[in-house]
T-cell receptor
Framework: DGGITQSPKYLFRKEGQNVTLSCEQNLNHDAMYWYRQDPGQGLRLIYYSQIVNDFQKGDIAEGYSVSREKKESFPLTVTSAQKNPTAFYLC?????????????FGPGTRLTVL | GDSVTQMEGPVTLSEEACLTINCTYTATGYPSLFWYVQYPGEGLQLLLKATKADDKGSNKGFEATYRKETTSFHLEKGSVQVSDSAVYFCALIPANQAGTALIFGKGTTLSVSS
């Protein structure tokens, strides 16, 4: 089955620690995205990548970092510089021929800072 | 910049009631418009979309019509079920920018009781 996987589903972090969220897709999509979801806030874009070895900051990139060394992988690191990291993080991808504007989402990772 | 505004929830309905969730947008040209649904604890799933004026997207009994004159894309369903309980997001991709990130509304929570 083609799709997007995110791991882990739940993640707990102590203040001051960096943590990396995994996102993998086997859809052969070029573009991948990270969104943050907070209650009542909708989804806000953190980073996106339209091709391997290239990525762009979104609206709320401060305190986050990414890499795109492989087409199928787009990990997100939440650094200690992110002041309020507790949230639900969603990864997405798109790139279907004929439907370039349709994004597919992973199941999400819920990060809690203790 | 481009933006999406949708009605605040929660929306509480009895089974078989009619549903309308309002969505309006601000954008130049003809953006692509989407409705996504999020079931509890899960990622987002594409519900329907429309890419040009007067297009009607439909899926699982839900419909929405792209109205350029009112810059709206309201979600409707004639008879809701308990299984429709979820959070619904209206979103757009700016005109001529397929492959870029979605711009989301804040989401509307629907709760359907039997």
């Amino acid at each position: 089955d083609g799709g997007i996987t995110q791991s882990p589903k739940y993640l707990f972090r102590k203040e001051g620690q960096n943590v990396t969220l995994s996102c993998e897709q086997n859809l052969n999509h070029d573009a991948m995205y990270w969104y943050r979801q907070d209650p009542g806030q909708g989804l806000r874009l953190i980073y996106y990548s339209q091709i391997v070895n290239d990525f762009q900051k979104g609206d709320i990139a401060e305190g986050y970092s990414v890499s795109r060394e492989k087409k199928e992988s787009f990990p997100l690191t939440v650094t200690s510089a992110q002041k309020n990291p507790t949230a639900f993080y969603l990864c997405a991808s798109n790139g279907d021929r004929g439907r370039p504007d349709t994004q597919y989402f992973g199941p999400g990772t819920r990060l809690t800072v203790l | 910049g481009d933006s999406v505004t949708q009605m605040e929830g929660p929306v509480t309905l009895s089974e078989e009631a009619c549903l309308t969730i309002n969505c309006t947008y601000t954008a130049t040209g003809y953006p692509s418009l989407f409705w996504y649904v999020q079931y509890p604890g899960e990622g987002l799933q594409l519900l329907l979309k429309a890419t040009k004026a007067d297009d009607k997207g439909s899926n699982k009994g839900f419909e929405a019509t792209y109205r350029k004159e009112t810059t709206s894309f309201h979600l409707e369903k004639g008879s809701v079920q308990v299984s429709d309980s979820a959070v619904y997001f209206c979103a757009l991709i700016p005109a001529n920018q397929a492959g870029t990130a979605l711009i989301f509304g804040k989401g509307t929570t629907l709760s359907v009781s039997s």
